[in-house]
């Protein structure tokens, strides 16, 4: 590969970057259901499960009630599995790590968006069993799951953040150590979108001395003025396909 080649794929990569920084730096669900309906499939006849459904607005937002016979949503809720109830006909109160009511390999698509931080690590487990378990050979699971932030545990809920080597280690192939049995080593990993945030530049560093740290933070602020911020990794929605 040549000096212009080098340029044009460095070239490449950043703008790839600096979409994906300005796309997903936000709290809002919606940018990643767009990322996991790319992989829905193509015949309406498939089986289509979104676990923690909550208001039901991953299978509302790309109406898969209306492009697919028989779209389940699963919630641990009673009151998101009665407001759901009146309007789709196949919801179910369900609990992870709890069986799954599917038959084996009966499941075409499987999303589950913020669910996986509410599980400890045998849960999480015994979990990703289950879904190993309904997902049919050509399906696929996509994750939607938060990392570790300054704003993790304001959820009460939230138990343990997961990063998307977890699911690597246990689902594809891999050498890396693991401290429990395989689950699977049938999948491959078809996307991943990091969510980002914004955190202020003027926190952080600064200096005891009052000379250095005032053009220090002039500096900072001067940067915050021209609209340069630090992207910093909190979420992410990856996708796996069972081969």
Aim: charged residues 25%; contains cysteine.
């Amino acid at each position: 590969m040549g000096r212009t080649d080098n340029i044009k794929a460095s070239y490449r990569r950043w703008m790839e970057s600096y979409r994906c920084r300005k796309q997903y730096s936000t709290m809002e669900r919606v940018p990643f259901y767009e990322v996991a309906g790319r992989f829905l499939p193509s015949h309406g006849t498939a089986t289509i499960v979104d676990i923690g459904s909550g208001d039901g607005l991953f299978v509302r937002h790309l109406k898969l009630d209306d492009r697919y016979e028989r779209v389940f949503l699963l919630d641990s809720n009673p009151e998101a599995v009665k407001h759901l109830s009146s309007l789709y006909a196949n919801v179910v109160a369900y609990t992870a790590p709890e069986r799954l009511p599917f038959e084996d390999e009966a499941v075409d698509y499987i999303h589950c968006s913020h669910m996986m931080e509410h599980l400890d690590p045998l849960e999480l487990y015994t979990f990703v069993k289950e879904i190993d378990r309904v997902l049919s050979p050509g399906g696929s699971l996509v994750i939607s799951t938060p990392l570790l932030w300054t704003r993790f545990y304001d959820d009460l809920s939230h138990v343990k953040p997961y990063n998307p080597d977890v699911f690597s280690h246990y689902l594809c192939k891999s050498v890396a150590p693991r401290s429990r049995q395989v689950i699977s080593d049938r999948y491959a990993l078809a996307e991943i979108v990091y969510r980002y945030s914004m955190p202020d530049l003027t926190e952080g560093w600064g200096s005891d001395r009052m000379f250095v740290d005032f053009p220090m933070q002039a500096w900072k602020f001067f940067l915050l003025k021209l609209g340069i911020k630090k992207a910093v990794k909190n979420g992410y929605t990856m996708v796996l396909k069972k081969m």
